[in-house]
């Protein structure tokens, strides 16, 4: 009888020992899933992108995803999700929608992101936005045809002088820094062009600056390089602090007396309420981008200047930048009463 006591009495602290390791297992396993921070993040990230295949920022999303990936800088890949649109205003309502989503970022560039909300009015701004880092900065370049007539800024100027309204700029969206600076130099030497829009984003307006649909274009160097090589375009203007090694005969806003150029600013946002683990989690991540030896080269290339800026950093230039782009439209009278 005692025998069977003292079995009993075992076989009850062990149900008792497996019953409290099932507890901690359970705790454990519930710990996990009321913190999502700890398998963060769990699927893959979208990349919102407002341009269309080809595009600048597409282009930059899938050196980003691709240096993710192939470094496994994150436990998952980073999608690129193309939603180009009403100057950017299909990308940002994309994104705004989705509150609180840990697992989307947004692309933007300075100018679309801030012009967009103020010249179409729309319910939202930068502020509706979780900034989490800014990655470069760069200028943009003034092209012809080889074959135009147009040597110099100053030819475009005199020509538009006799020829009110009738020359055209090609470019993105009426919101791109391209526009804009098309805009800014219109107004410092009291000109008029047309300015025609490509929803197709630089790919499409470089062909038709070459098929001779419109006069020039203002375009990120990158895509041009290729083309001024092979003689079939011209760059007479470097809308950039100093001039392009590529384009070395290209003169500055600055020395061609057009004024100072307007940059443009690449970096990612998320959605609203976006969570603070995500923000940290991504701003590390993207960090190491940066680093990437792939990366730097890619900025070099392209005549980009590496321009880091911390979620906090990202918020106050955004401050400064929404103030000036409001300036610039009112002074242009394009702000809607």
Request: proline letters at 7%; glycine letters at 14%.
């Given at each position: 009888m005692k025998r069977d006591d003292r079995q009993l009495r075992n076989q009850g602290g062990l149900l008792v020992c497996v019953a409290i390791f099932?507890?901690?297992?359970l705790m454990a396993v519930d710990g996990k899933a009321a913190d999502p921070s700890a398998d963060y993040p769990s699927r893959p990230i979208d990349y919102v992108c407002h341009?269309?295949?080809?595009?600048?920022?597409?282009?930059l999303g899938r050196l980003v995803a691709n240096i993710i990936q192939k470094e496994k800088i994150l436990s998952q890949p980073m999608v690129v999700l193309n939603k180009p649109g009403s100057g950017g205003a299909v990308a940002l309502g994309y994104v705004l929608e989705r509150k609180g989503n840990p697992h989307l970022v947004l692309g933007v560039t300075s100018s679309t992101f801030h012009c967009t909300p103020l010249l179409e009015k729309l319910p939202y701004n930068y502020k509706s936005f979780v900034p989490i880092a800014n990655l470069i900065s760069e200028g943009s370049v003034l092209a012809v045809r080889s074959d135009s007539p147009f040597k110099t800024m100053d030819d475009i100027i005199a020509e538009a002088r006799k020829r009110p309204k009738e020359l055209t700029q090609g470019g993105g969206s009426f919101t791109s820094n391209e526009s804009m600076m098309g805009l800014s130099i219109q107004k410092a030497k009291g000109v008029k062009w047309n300015f025609l829009s490509f929803a197709g984003g630089e790919p499409e307006y470089v062909i038709n600056v070459l098929n001779g649909n419109v006069h020039f274009i203002l375009a990120n160097p990158a895509p041009l390089t290729d083309h001024v090589r092979?003689?079939?375009l011209r760059v007479i203007l470097a809308a950039a602090p100093t001039r392009y090694p590529q384009f070395k005969d290209a003169p500055t806003m600055t020395e061609a007396?057009?004024?100072?150029?307007i940059l443009t600013y690449r970096g990612l946002v998320g959605p609203p309420n976006m969570p603070d683990y995500a923000v940290k989690k991504l701003e590390v991540?993207?960090?190491?981008?940066?680093?990437?030896?792939?990366?730097k080269k890619y900025m070099e290339d392209?005549?980009?200047?590496?321009?880091?800026?911390s979620p906090d950093e990202f918020s106050k230039f955004n401050d400064k930048a929404s103030g000036q782009f409001q300036l610039l439209l009112s002074e242009?009278?394009?702000l809607k009463k």
């Open positions: 099932s507890l901690l297992l341009t269309s295949p080809g595009g600048s920022m597409d282009v092979a003689g079939k007396g057009m004024g100072e150029p991540a993207f960090r190491k981008v940066m680093d990437n030896d792939q990366f392209n005549g980009m200047l590496p321009t880091w800026m242009l009278n394009l």
